[in-house]
């Protein structure tokens, strides 16, 4: 067992995560005080996306929100990462996770295979600080504090936070992902938000998790309560937006990355807006 403690990741308090970026829009984002930006899907394991993006930066981390154990081989994945770091050291934090049964016809008893993957990047010598696990459930919560730097959740309201920090203890890195809609049209950001969120009410993982934090079956079933919807996707004035995002700072979260749903093109001016109320120190 590999013992990461007193050695998280420093990645400011907030990121912007986004499922894809120019190497320009990194370096805007970088002048407006994010500390990251955490790139999603599922990329394949040479990750040849990064340097480009840490190149036109100074500061940026980058980290993968997530590499899929199922499509991106360990040893492929371990021969990227040492590969970066040695270019950029310390800037690219690896988020790896098991992704959902319903997308992998390979897809069987995803603890165990998440276990022998961390494994193989030991081998490999990926070091357990430099990587994260995407975890909703208490079992791949404690392991991701276990083996890696700590846990990356997603569609979690900060009550979630809260009780990941109790699994996770004090020395466990925590960044949950929180979707924004940049309206105070509640009608609007809710539509909006359901859209986001239609795939994953079909994903066992995420209905589990919402089950867990008290959700019913009617609420988790498409196309979700606004309830559901207004706990895990925040919306309203840029300033309410923040109060929202910075509950999870308060519940335990030592970073937060924040997925804007918008258009690629307005993606920078929707986080400029978001920086100051957020307080950042922009540049």
């Known amino acids: 067992m590999t013992d990461?403690?007193?050695?998280?990741?420093?990645?400011?308090?907030?990121?912007?995560?986004?499922?894809?970026?120019?190497?320009?829009?990194?370096?805007?984002?970088?002048?407006?005080?994010?500390?990251?930006?955490?790139?999603?899907?599922?990329?394949?394991?040479?990750?040849?996306?990064?340097?480009?993006?840490?190149?036109?930066?100074?500061?940026?981390?980058?980290?993968?929100?997530?590499?899929?154990?199922?499509?991106?081989?360990?040893?492929q994945v371990a021969e990227s990462f040492h590969r970066i770091d040695q270019a950029y050291p310390g800037r690219f934090l690896l988020g790896i996770g098991v992704g959902h049964p319903e997308a992998h016809s390979e897809y069987r008893k995803p603890y165990d295979a998440l276990v022998e993957y961390l494994d193989r990047l030991d081998e490999h010598g990926v070091p357990a600080n430099r990587r994260v696990v995407a975890a909703l459930g208490p079992r791949v919560l404690k392991l991701s504090a276990q083996r890696s730097a700590g846990a990356h959740p997603y569609l979690s309201p900060p009550e979630h936070t809260a009780q990941a920090r109790e699994l996770l203890g004090p020395s466990a890195f925590l960044a949950p992902g929180h979707q924004v809609v940049l309206t105070s049209d509640t009608e609007k950001a809710r539509k909006v938000g359901r859209k986001a969120l239609d795939?994953?009410?079909?994903?066992?993982?995420?209905?589990?998790?919402?089950?867990?934090?008290?959700?019913?079956?009617?609420?988790?079933?498409?196309?979700?309560?606004?309830?559901?919807?207004?706990?895990?996707?925040?919306?309203?004035?840029?300033?309410?937006?923040?109060?929202?995002?910075?509950?999870?700072?308060?519940?335990?979260?030592?970073?937060?990355?924040?997925?804007?749903?918008?258009?690629?093109e307005n993606l920078v001016p929707a986080l400029a807006e978001l920086a100051g109320p957020l307080g950042l120190n922009q540049s």
């Open 4 to 75: 990461v403690a007193d050695k998280k990741p420093n990645l400011g308090r907030f990121g912007s995560f986004t499922l894809g970026l120019t190497p320009q829009q990194a370096k805007e984002i970088e002048a407006l005080g994010y500390g990251a930006v955490w790139v999603g899907g599922s990329p394949p394991a040479e990750l040849a996306w990064v340097e480009p993006i840490l190149a036109a930066t100074t500061t940026l981390q980058v980290a993968t929100g997530i590499v899929n154990i199922w499509t991106a081989p360990a040893k």
């Open 199 to 264: 795939i994953y009410f079909d994903l066992v993982n995420y209905r589990s998790n919402w089950k867990r934090l008290g959700f019913s079956d009617e609420e988790i079933t498409r196309p979700g309560s606004d309830r559901l919807v207004d706990s895990v996707i925040a919306y309203g004035t840029p300033e309410q937006i923040a109060a929202r995002l910075k509950e999870h700072l308060d519940a335990g979260a030592d970073h937060v990355p924040v997925l804007v749903l918008t258009k690629d």
